[in-house]
C-alpha cells in the first residue's frame, strides 16, 4: 500500500485543483491520500468526491502554521472532522493572520527597496489565503529575482526580511484544535527546520507535551540514513510516523506523490490510529 499523507492542492499554495490533485495521485500508484493544504479546509470536498469516484482512500487533512521558540513550524491535522467549530475558528485565526502578516511583509520589503508588494501579492493570492509563495510569484513577475526559488533565497526564506511568523499561535493551541476535530496532530517535515539533533528533540518534547501524537519520518525526498534517524527519534518520543511528499507542483520531482521512501519496518504508522 502507498500512502502520500502530505499534499497541497490549488486551495492553498498547490499548482493543481484538488480534482487533478487526485487524479494524478491515482496515476501514481498512491492508495491512500491526505489533502493537506495550508489554513484551509476549502479543497477537501472536492478532493474526497474524486477520490470516492476513482477508488483512492482519502484522509481529510490540513497543514497549520505555528510559532515556537522564535521559529515558524507546520503541523499537520490528519482525519480532521471538518465541520468541527473549534478546527473552523482555528483556521478563521489563521486566515486573519496570514492578512496580517502579508502587511507586514510588505512593509519590510518596502523598507528594502520593493513597492506594492502586498497588492502584488493579493492579485496572485486572488482571495485565497495570501502566503510567501504569492509574494515569491510578484518578485519574481517585477524582475527582482529571477525565479520562485531565489524569491525565497534572497526575500522571503528563514531570516529574511519577508520572513515574518510572529502571528503564528503557539503549538499548543493548533494542536489543540486539531484533537478537538477527532484529527491527529502531526509534527510535519522536520528535518527542514534545519535543528541540531537536542533542538529537535526539545521541540519534540513540547509537542509530545501539546498532545501531538505522530510525526512525519518521512517527507519528500530524504536520504536512507535520514530515514533511519528520524524512525529511531520517532521511537524514543513513542509517536506514531506519517510519511508524505509535501507535493505542491509536478515540476519539483522530490516532491512528487507516491515516490517517497516507505516507513521503516520499527515504525508504527499513523493509520494505525485510525484503524
Ligand atoms: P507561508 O505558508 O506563507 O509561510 O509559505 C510557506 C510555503 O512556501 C511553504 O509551504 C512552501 O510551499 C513554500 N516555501 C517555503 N520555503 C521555500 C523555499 N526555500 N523554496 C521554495 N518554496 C518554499
Ligand atoms: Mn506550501
Ligand atoms: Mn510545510
Ligand atoms: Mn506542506
Known amino acids: 500500500?502507498?500512502?502520500?499523507?502530505?499534499?497541497?492542492?490549488?486551495?492553498?499554495?498547490?499548482?493543481?485543483?484538488?480534482?487533478?490533485?487526485?487524479?494524478?495521485a491515482k496515476n501514481a500508484g498512491v492508495d491512500v491520500l491526505a489533502l493537506t493544504d495550508h489554513d484551509t479546509l476549502a479543497g477537501i470536498e472536492?478532493?474526497?468526491?474524486?477520490?470516492?469516484?476513482?477508488?483512492?482512500?482519502?484522509?481529510?487533512?490540513?497543514?497549520?502554521?505555528?510559532?515556537w521558540a522564535g521559529r515558524g513550524i507546520h503541523v499537520v491535522g490528519l482525519n480532521v472532522d471538518c465541520s468541527s467549530g473549534a478546527l473552523l475558528e482555528v483556521i478563521g485565526q489563521q486566515q486573519n493572520a496570514r492578512l496580517q502578516r502579508a502587511h507586514l511583509i510588505s512593509e519590510r520589503l518596502g523598507k528594502a527597496g520593493i513597492?506594492?508588494?502586498?497588492?502584488?501579492a493579493s492579485e496572485f493570492a486572488q482571495g485565497l489565503n495570501i502566503g510567501r509563495p504569492h509574494f515569491a510569484k510578484f518578485l519574481v513577475r517585477e524582475g527582482y529575482v529571477a525565479n520562485f526559488q531565489a524569491a525565497f533565497k534572497t526575500y522571503l526564506g528563514a531570516?529574511?526580511?519577508?520572513?515574518?511568523?510572529?502571528?503564528?499561535?503557539?503549538?499548543?493551541?493548533l494542536v489543540g484544535a486539531i484533537k478537538a476535530a477527532g484529527g491527529?496532530?502531526?509534527?510535519a517535515h522536520?528535518?527542514?527546520?534545519?535543528?541540531?539533533?537536542?533542538?529537535?528533540c526539545t521541540l519534540l518534547a513540547e509537542f509530545c507535551a501539546s498532545g501531538g501524537e505522530a510525526v512525519e519520518v518521512v517527507s519528500g525526498s530524504q536520504t536512507v540514513q535520514e530515514?533511519?534517524?528520524?524512525?529511531?527519534?520517532?521511537q524514543q518520543f513513542d509517536l506514531y510516523a506519517s510519511c508524505g511528499s509535501d507535493f505542491h507542483?509536478?515540476?519539483?520531482?522530490?516532491?512528487?506523490?507516491?515516490?517517497?521512501?516507505?516507513?521503516?519496518?520499527?515504525?508504527?504508522?499513523?493509520w494505525q490510529c485510525w484503524a
Open 227 to 234: 530515514t533511519k534517524n528520524m524512525a529511531i527519534i520517532a
Open 184 to 187: 491527529t496532530a502531526v509534527l
Open 159 to 173: 531570516g529574511k526580511p519577508g520572513d515574518v511568523k510572529q502571528l503564528w499561535p503557539s503549538l499548543d493551541s
Open 115 to 120: 513597492k506594492g508588494a502586498f497588492d502584488g
Open 249 to 270: 507542483t509536478p515540476d519539483q520531482p522530490w516532491q512528487e506523490l507516491g515516490r517517497s521512501a516507505r516507513l521503516p519496518e520499527v515504525c508504527r504508522p499513523v
Open 46 to 67: 472536492a478532493a474526497r468526491e474524486t477520490a470516492d469516484a476513482l477508488g483512492v482512500g482519502f484522509v481529510a487533512g490540513i497543514e497549520l502554521s505555528a510559532l
Open 1 to 24: 500500500m502507498i500512502y502520500d499523507l502530505h499534499a497541497h492542492s490549488n486551495a492553498s499554495d498547490g499548482i493543481l485543483s484538488p480534482q487533478d490533485l487526485v487524479s494524478r
Open 190 to 200: 522536520p528535518l527542514k527546520y534545519d535543528m541540531t539533533r537536542s533542538r529537535l
